[in-house]
């Protein structure tokens, strides 16, 4: 039985791998980890507070706890990492590094680490982006999300290191708020709405960027871990489409639930980030390779982000 190690556990991703790995593999087989205290995180299972940027610590909990699988999820996000381009690069390629030579020594047998559709610049095709065009990123997390897949593949093809990832759209969910990024409004607005509030939106109403239901995503990354070594082409990153919208449009759906939902728009410094990424991705290559189809369009996606929440905010 594999032995799994989620890094950046507390994140808006994390929370929710994290459940859906116990489910697969045993409650007593995964190891959560996050850089905060175990009482900030509130997480079910095995818990361990791990800075991955002390790569002695790393180590250490890959031995003690027998790992063999590691799902690194830890970093600084678009928006965030324009305050912190440094602490950003350092962060984003070090830890991934880390991660990389403990597969390279053996230490573990596979890694999934997130790659972005921030590695895709202003001279990128916008519509149907493809797996291989011209990436010209203008953010310093989009600059480290494309050398971490060079990365990534130099590891495979050098050290035959299993590596794996896919390039997220904006991921959309119900259980934690995402943090830093530039497609964070996608979830606010739902949160906003849920509770009779206006919403006042960072990006410009027409701005279409590629998001992702969260349900989505994650049967994404389990199936992209347990797909056929043999069938898979791209050791760099996959292209992942789920939904294209722009905040005009999720906000119309949003207002077939409340009808009294109101919206204004702010844009400020994220408008450009937006501006230099796709709004429609072409992720053919990942469905021939691992079977890759997702199952939430905009309608669905909306009435049960709002049924869920709705819950939530009656019981609190
Ligand atoms: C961000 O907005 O920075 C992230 C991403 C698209 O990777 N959600």
Known sequence: MDKILVIGAGGQLGTELVSALQLLHGRENVVASD??????????????????????????????????????????????????????????????LHVLELGRIGRIKKIFWPSSIAVFGPDTPKENTPQYTRMNPTTVYGISKLAGERWCDYYYRKYGVDVRSVRYPGLIGYKSLPGGGTTDYAVDIFYQAVQGRPFSCFLQAGTRLPMMYMEDAVNATLKLMQADPSRLS????????????????????????????????????????ADSWPSGIDDTVAQNDWDWQPHFDLARMTSEIIGHLTEQFQRA
């Open 234 to 273: 791209v050791r760099s990153s996959y292209n992942l489409a789920g939904i294209s919208f722009s905040p005009d449009e999720i906000y119309a759906e949003i207002k077939t639930h409340f009808p009294e939902f109101a919206i204004s728009y702010q844009p400020d410094y994220r408008q450009a980030i």
């Open 35 to 96: 850089i905060r205290p175990e009482s900030e995180v509130k997480m079910d299972g095995t818990y361990i507070c791990l800075d991955v940027l002390d790569e002695q610590a790393l180590h250490e909990a890959v031995i003690k706890h027998e790992i063999s699988q590691v799902y690194h999820l830890a970093a600084v996000l678009s928006a965030r990492g324009e305050s912190h381009p440094l602490f950003a690069w350092d962060l984003n390629m070090k830890s991934l």
